[in-house]
């Protein structure tokens, strides 16, 4: 306790002030009574934050709450005025040091009993506060009063009440406000992502490895704040001092995902055992219960000194006729001197200036104190990554217009040349999810080696085969080297780019090539069918991948960001084996029938599978998808709204293909040459409309938008007639849906990686790419199946080719209405599903930089 100063007031409410307790970035704490002499703690409210109108209503509502959550292992909230001139609130007061004091100036780490009880009774607290709808946001050690008959909790929900003011950016730099305290952060504050109850337990975790070992969590703060930040988001923490049997229970509490730490009631439940009578009763070294007796005869001894000063008014109302959007005007008497100077274990915020609130607000050049700066050569990098996404598509684009030259040298059978087509997307969808899980575990860069290496050796392969059996091998391969550098590539760029407008720029060159990848592998691999030959095509993808070995060597940069454990061997069973049965089921469901027994086997063996796999990932301990990958409803539409886009503009290339070779004459090997428009009106749409959307709008209005401009664009294209130019019967409908899939794949993108800590993006960037592998297989079934039977109903023999010609139009271009329908119906899921605002509080990943 403090003396009172000349600047503080006498009253406060019915209250008499006697002392000061402490000063943070939200107020003042002040000792005072009431006219019966009951002693109470009352928090005086900051003038600055006063004057805002939303933070008295949030104020108003947390102050609400609190009175709800009851005093047993809390201090109770006993009265409040958040419609005062100066709000404030008075809580119970607890008779005893908080344990930041205990821990650092008197006593020293807790023993193990004591941690045993500190845990029962902070969960107990924590599960008292969220059953009244609160999170505390703030538990720290200054937080935690410790009494004789137990810890008790302060503070809980009033931090709630500044959101409103981090929302507002001139307030925010004018304070450098960071809600909470860095020692005591959980991952997902530091990343400004939405809160939920579980980070309050991860603070539980940091407050007990504290008590037992007297250290901070992740080290001191001395080292840079952001330093200290970027530990508590990517580092895995030393519990050496933990006591052994709370070890487990602490380390769960410390998991980086929120689903996985354990409730409060779990951590009671698993900690209640410890609690005997006798120990519950004794729970404190006898130091420091000597010292709880001092503090309460210092208590009763006090003598306050009142200063010298025209006690301020009690209470000034607001008018009633002021204006609610009005700041209600300060009394004369009154203005709190500032706080006190930071500090890390017992401070509101960090110091006056700055500092940022999440990792993409730290200036891509700057290196603050003890933080590696963003690696300078990342837009190099990024090229690199972009080169290797190209050669996947290169490999899957340029074998399909080899196909009648393969099929002349080695003499393939038709079911053989569907073989061969079918063995790259089913390798390449059944080995995404995996390839994600192991770009997280080994590494991102890693898995960029050793897919290249991969592909170049099964390029080489399939160049020198000398029959189909050995060419279909290789394209095995090159669907699985492809499935693990897809998902590596894109959580390089999710990782490695954190400042918002980077971030816009760079999803939109990667985009620009994910999007317009079929397109560009078409157009390029039907030009070297055209000058090399089919072997040659294949060949080229040994110096393709040298050269981007070369640049992931010398230029792709990573920070640690890797996930501890095992692999989950039923997750990959499971996830891998439903979509190997879903995509061969499909690929078969139009030669075989959909009602043969193969296929039905396959295709709900497959769903069963998956969901399966869904339900596995939930209980798994280190799952290949973390449940909140797809339960979260951002990621989820993403997720849903690719898979039906994908559905709906496969039928765009054989559509127009089929235009442009049989209705206009093109030569099929340079065709591909005349997807270039779909491929610029993508690179416009991504980089020069989406990307620059991106920081600025909520991710559903160009995804909206952009999936808009793709159906009508389709709708154009199903007016497509036997006669008709290139110009005005395929150009205009197939700009519009390159630049609607520009637009909208950006955020899609961002949606699905974005808000997941950097030990997952692989995960969640394999996810992304089986859902849209799902959903092209899904739509190459349904095309092939309506496209045969619309032309099986002509017959044979009597049919003129003129007229099969028409009719495969026609069969074609009302494909094209299925494909405009399930666009806008991605739209809708988007529109419902899709609610974050965009990548200042959806899109931040934890830092693991790459590229």
């Not at 991106?694 to 559903?700: D, E, G, K, S």
Request: charged fraction near 15%; charge should be neutral.
């Amino acid at each position: 306790m403090d003396q009172l100063i000349a600047e503080d007031p006498t009253r406060i409410g019915p209250y008499r002030l006697i002392a000061r307790l402490g000063a943070g970035g939200m107020g003042l704490v002040y000792l005072g009574r009431s006219e019966v002499g009951r002693t109470v703690a009352v928090k005086v409210v900051q003038a600055e934050y006063a004057g805002h109108p939303e933070f008295r209503r949030r104020f108003a509502r947390e102050v609400a709450a609190a009175r709800r959550v009851g005093g047993s292992c809390t201090a109770a909230v006993l009265d409040a005025d958040p419609e005062a001139a100066i709000p404030w609130v008075a809580t119970q007061y607890i008779p005893g040091p908080d344990l930041h004091a205990v821990v650092a100036e008197h006593f020293g780490p807790l023993p193990g009993h004591s941690v045993h009880t500190l845990a029962n009774r902070l969960a107990l607290a924590l599960q008292a506060v969220h059953e009244a709808g609160l999170i505390h946001r703030d538990l720290k050690p200054s937080n935690v009063l410790v009494t004789v008959d137990g810890p008790r909790v302060i503070d809980f929900g009033i931090a709630r009440a500044m959101d409103s003011l981090a929302e507002e950016h001139s307030l925010h730099t004018r304070t450098g406000m960071l809600i909470g305290s860095p020692g005591f952060m959980s991952p997902e504050q530091v990343r400004g992502l939405e809160l939920t109850p579980a980070s309050d337990v991860f603070c539980l975790g940091a407050v007990l490895v504290y008590a037992a070992t007297g250290r901070l969590l992740f080290g001191a703060t001395e080292t840079g704040l952001n330093a200290h930040l970027f530990r508590v988001a990517e580092e895995e923490a030393d519990l050496t001092g933990v006591p052994e049997t709370l070890v487990g229970l602490v380390r769960e509490c410390l998991h980086k995902d929120p689903a996985r730490r354990p409730s409060p009631r779990e951590v009671a439940e698993r900690t209640a055992a410890d609690q005997g009578t006798d120990q519950a009763a004794e729970w404190l070294p006898g130091a420091v219960l000597a010292q709880l007796g001092r503090h309460a005869a210092e208590l009763l001894d006090y003598a306050p000194v009142i200063p010298a000063q025209a006690p301020a008014p009690e209470r000034m109302p607001v008018p009633q006729d002021q204006r609610r959007d009005q700041p209600p005007p300060l009394p004369p008497a009154y203005a709190p001197t500032p706080p006190a100077p930071f500090d890390p274990a017992r401070g509101f915020g960090p110091p006056p200036g700055a500092p940022p609130s999440a990792w993409p607000l730290i200036p891509p050049q700057a290196s603050p104190s003890g933080q590696e700066p963003a690696h300078p050569k990342r837009w190099w990098g990024l090229a690199v990554i972009a080169l290797v996404q190209l050669l996947v598509f290169l490999q899957a684009g340029n074998f399909s217009v080899a196909l009648p030259g393969v099929r002349a040298d080695l003499d393939v059978s038709a079911d053989g040349m569907r073989t061969m087509v079918g063995a790259y997307g089913i390798a390449f969808g059944a080995v995404l999810l995996f390839g994600g899980h192991i770009a997280d575990v080994v590494g991102r860069k890693q898995t960029l080696i050793v897919g290249l290496l991969g592909c170049a050796a099964a390029s080489a392969l399939g160049g020198s085969a000398g029959e189909s059996g050995t060419l279909v091998w290789a394209r095995v391969l090159q669907g699985v080297f492809g499935g693990l550098l897809t998902p590596a590539a894109l959580s390089l760029v999710a990782t490695g780019f954190t400042d918002p407008k980077e971030r816009g720029r760079a999803f939109g060159i990667y985009a620009a090539i994910a999007a317009g990848g079929t397109a560009l592998g078409t157009a390029e691999g039907g030009w070297l069918v055209n000058a090399l030959s089919w072997r040659g095509s294949l060949y080229v993808g040994v110096p393709i991948a040298v050269i981007a070995l070369i640049g992931t060597l010398a230029l792709v940069h990573e920070r640690p960001g890797r996930t501890a454990g095992h692999f989950d061997v039923p997750g990959v069973l499971l996830g891998s084996g439903g979509v190997t049965a879903l995509m061969y089921g499909l690929g078969e469901a139009q030669p075989r029938g959909w009602a043969t027994p193969l296929v039905l086997v396959l295709l709900v063996g497959g769903v069963l599978l998956l969901a399966g796999f869904l339900w596995r990932q939930s209980a798994a301990s280190n799952p290949l998808l973390p449940a909140y990958v797809f339960t979260d409803p951002n990621r989820a539409g993403g997720l849903l709204a690719v898979l039906l886009a994908g559905v709906g503009t496969f039928a765009l290339y054989p559509v127009v293909g089929y235009y442009l070779q049989v209705v206009l004459g093109y030569d099929p090997a340079t065709a591909g040459e005349d997807f270039l428009p779909l491929v610029a009106a993508i690179v416009v749409g991504s980089t020069q409309v989406s990307a620059r959307l991106l920081p600025r709008v909520a991710p559903r209005v160009p995804i909206l938008a952009g999936l808009a401009l793709t159906a009508v664009g389709l709708f154009l294209l199903t007016g497509l007639r036997f006669e008709g130019s290139y110009a005005t019967g395929v150009l205009p409908g197939m700009l519009l849906v390159g630049l609607g899939i520009g637009v909208a794949f950006v955020p899609i993108f961002a949606t699905v990686t974005g808000a997941v800590a950097a030990e997952h993006s692989g995960r969640a960037a394999a996810a992304l790419f089986t859902a849209q592998a799902l959903g092209t297989a899904i739509g190459a079934a349904v095309f092939d199946t309506v496209l045969s039977g619309r032309v099986g109903r002509l017959g044979a023999g009597s049919v003129m080719p003129r007229m099969i010609e028409k009719e495969l139009l026609r069969a074609q271009t009302a494909n094209l209405w299925w494909a405009a329908g399930s666009v806008v119906l991605a739209g809708l899921v988007a529109g419902l599903m899709v609610r974050s605002r965009g990548p200042r509080d959806g899109a931040r990943p934890a830092s693991a930089a790459g590229g």
